[in-house]
């Protein structure tokens, strides 16, 4: 595979991935969420570093596009930008969602993430990890009318759920999606922002 580097700061964790030849660092510090951009760069560095690997001797750059902390996202997906601009390379965009799917095995499934206030973001995928169920928010109750099995990478009050091992999911994203570089990446937004939403309903009653 080619060589690159991969961000993730699309939660309160942080994954920062390298690989040079069969070399692969990967950098991971968790509950980091209002830390992440002190603390990606230097990881960023380190992980380059590792491996012995250069942001022109990357073949692209990758980041996770959501969904997850607005913030967050977006911090990755600028820094994948930036290198990728000065080093005219493409980039890849993957999604939370990904990140589980490729660490589960079963036939069909739900990846699930936390969307708070008792919601959730969706996902639907057959056992060849093709997307079955379009990412969706939905309430806890309507999670539990899919009636299937659950998969996600927090500690998640549902029924049918199983939590799998965050740190150890982007390096199988980017391998299964290496077929999709690309000029360009956005974020995953399946709903607005508080803020913005706050902004909707101020405008419904005249503020």
Do not use: W
Not at 23 to 31: G, M, Q, T
Not at 115 to 142: I, M, Q, R, W
Not at 160 to 189: Q, V
Request: hydrophobic content about 40%; overall charge negative.
């Amino acid at each position: 595979m080619t060589d690159f580097l991969a961000i993730d700061t699309s939660s309160k964790h942080l994954t920062v991935l390298a690989q040079k030849g069969g070399k692969v660092a990967l950098r991971f510090i968790p509950d980091c969420a209002m830390r992440h951009s002190t603390e990606l760069m230097g990881e960023i560095e380190k992980a380059l570093n590792e491996v012995s690997l250069t942001p022109r001797e990357c073949g692209f750059f990758a980041a996770v596009t959501g969904p997850g902390s607005f913030t967050g996202i977006r911090i990755g997906i600028a820094t994948a930008k930036g290198f990728a601009l000065a080093a005219n390379k493409p980039l890849l965009g993957v999604t939370a969602f990904d990140l589980v799917a490729y660490n589960v095995t079963s036939e069909s499934f739900f990846a699930v993430i936390d969307a708070a206030h008792g919601h959730y973001y969706v996902c639907g995928y057959d056992k060849d990890k093709n997307v079955t169920f379009a990412p969706a928010y939905l309430s806890g109750e309507e999670v539990k009318a899919l009636n299937a099995p659950l998969y996600g990478f927090e500690d998640l009050p549902l029924d049918n759920y199983c939590k799998t091992d965050i740190k150890n999911g982007l390096y199988p994203a980017i391998c299964a999606s290496i077929n999709r570089l690309t000029d360009d990446i956005s974020a995953l937004y399946i709903r607005k922002s508080q803020a913005e939403e706050a902004r909707l309903a101020d405008k419904k009653v005249g503020i």
